[in-house]
């Protein structure tokens, strides 16, 4: 038995062409265009890169995007003061503060800080009360993409036992939350599993749709899944390889080699979960703005 791939890259592209014919329509009828602005604090490679990319992609959709750059040691109140600016600011429509930032700094508080309806990270208490309630609102976007992706391949939620292994606040919690709701992409019994599981290999065998965002690499194995299960591995790790010009590879928190012949569909590493979460991240951007300007 071999998976079928879930192409992360192709569904991401459908749902950031759709994006870009609305925000067309939309900025011909108001004469406004979606604003993305990203706060960096510090210098992590990783987050220049992200904020890059989610840059370069607000632009190719059509949509305005901004970086403000902030020092490594900027100290809270000025990071919240420029918050606090943008929250003010008629023509940003969503505010994203990259994460991590660095140790001095609160980002919970921060977070917190952010104007609700700028919210596009999905990550404001009131947005995580919405989720949890059933209502609409900006959903973080990793998960978004997830059950996005289950839609895109026809994979049956309703009824299903699902298991996400990892219990964060931008991914295990909500991820349990969207599996569970009512409806398309829903409507699955569900248990958040971690570190702390007892014979967590057993509850994840148990499991017809596993979401893996624990963070550790190839920690589930083939033989921790139910044959024909759906796998959606969220994590991206890096792990030495001197066989690699460059001393690494990427591998997610799934063995994908022993689990690809045992699951009925599964994500790679790269190109799996990761492309949907700047996707989804352009679509809340784009609803944010159709709320403010309508």
Not at 239 to 247: L, N
Not at 260 to 289: F, H, Q, S, W
């Given at each position: ?112 800080r952010i ?56 991914v295990g ?87 690809k012949d ?33």
């Amino acid at each position: 038995m071999s998976a079928t791939l879930i192409d992360g890259k192709a569904v991401a592209a459908k749902v950031c062409e759709e994006v870009r014919v609305e925000v067309a329509e939309w900025v011909a009828k108001t004469g406004v265009k979606p604003n993305l602005t990203v706060i960096l604090v510090g210098e992590d490679p990783a987050s220049q890169v992200y904020v890059r990319n989610k840059n370069r992609r607000c632009l190719e959709l059509g949509m305005d995007s901004e970086m403000i750059r902030l020092a490594a040691d900027t100290p809270q109140d000025e990071v919240a003061a420029v918050i606090d600016r943008l929250n003010a600011d008629s023509r940003v429509h969503g505010i994203l503060l990259q994460l991590p930032t660095p140790d001095h700094i609160d980002s919970d508080a921060l977070i917190e800080r952010i104007s609700p309806d700028k919210d596009v990270d999905g990550l404001h208490p009131v947005s995580a009360g919405r989720l949890m309630l059933g209502l609409d609102g900006p959903k973080p976007c990793t998960p978004f993409g997830c059950i996005r992706l289950l839609l895109e391949y026809g994979i049956e939620t309703r009824g299903k036992r699902a298991v996400v292994v990892g219990r964060s606040n931008i991914v295990g919690k909500p991820m349990a939350l969207l599996l569970g709701r009512k409806g398309a992409g829903g409507d699955c019994t569900v248990t958040m599993a971690h570190s702390r599981t007892p014979d967590l290999a057993g509850t994840i065998r148990a499991a017809d749709i596993v979401v893996a965002a624990i963070g550790r690499p190839e920690m589930i194995t083939g033989d921790m899944i139910q044959p024909g299960a759906t796998v959606l591995d969220v994590g991206i790790n890096r792990v030495d390889d001197p066989t690699r010009e460059r001393g690494y590879r990427l591998a997610g928190d799934v063995h994908f080699e022993s689990a690809k012949d045992v699951a009925g569909a599964i994500t790679p590493v790269p190109g799996g979960v990761g492309p949907m979460t700047i996707a989804m991240l352009m679509r809340n951007t784009l609803e944010l703005y159709k709320k403010t300007v309508e």
